[in-house]
């Protein structure tokens, strides 16, 4: 069991960036998908999340609007689009998986299955 996340870079303002999430020996088919992001120095945000029961997302205030998750059930991923970044977006990526089943971002799922983290790098 276990989850890669993938697509981290060097990027400048105001540049985009894909993040992926790929799982391997189980299945992201239903199960709510958690992007999370920790600074150096600070503790760790919780960026946006894609139900694992109908597929709806709930996104964090400082990413609103202009990153969006989603998910591919045909290659057992999730993804994290980041548009018009800022170096306030600086920061190790991760990805995490709910326990169970069906559940949604709303009801605190139980995250936990987490990938190794991929590093964003927001400068000029």
């Known amino acids: 069991v276990q989850l890669q996340a993938s697509g981290g870079g060097v990027v400048q303002p105001g540049g985009s960036l894909r993040l992926s999430c790929e799982a391997s020996?189980?299945?992201?088919?239903?199960?709510?998908v958690g992007w999370f992001r920790q600074a150096p120095g600070k503790e760790r945000e919780w960026v946006a999340c894609i139900s694992g029961s109908d597929n709806s997302t709930v996104y964090g205030d400082s990413v609103k609007g202009r990153h969006t998750i989603s998910r591919d059930n045909t290659k057992n991923m999730t993804y994290l689009q980041m548009n018009f970044l800022e170096p306030e977006d600086t920061a190790v990526y991760y990805c995490?998986?709910?326990?169970?089943?069906?559940?949604?971002?709303?009801?605190?799922?139980?995250?936990?299955?987490w990938g190794q983290g991929t590093l964003v790098t927001v400068s000029s």
């Open positions: 995490a998986a709910d326990r169970w089943l069906y559940g949604r971002c709303v009801s605190e799922p139980d995250f936990t299955s």
């Open positions: 020996g189980f299945s992201l088919d239903y199960r709510t």
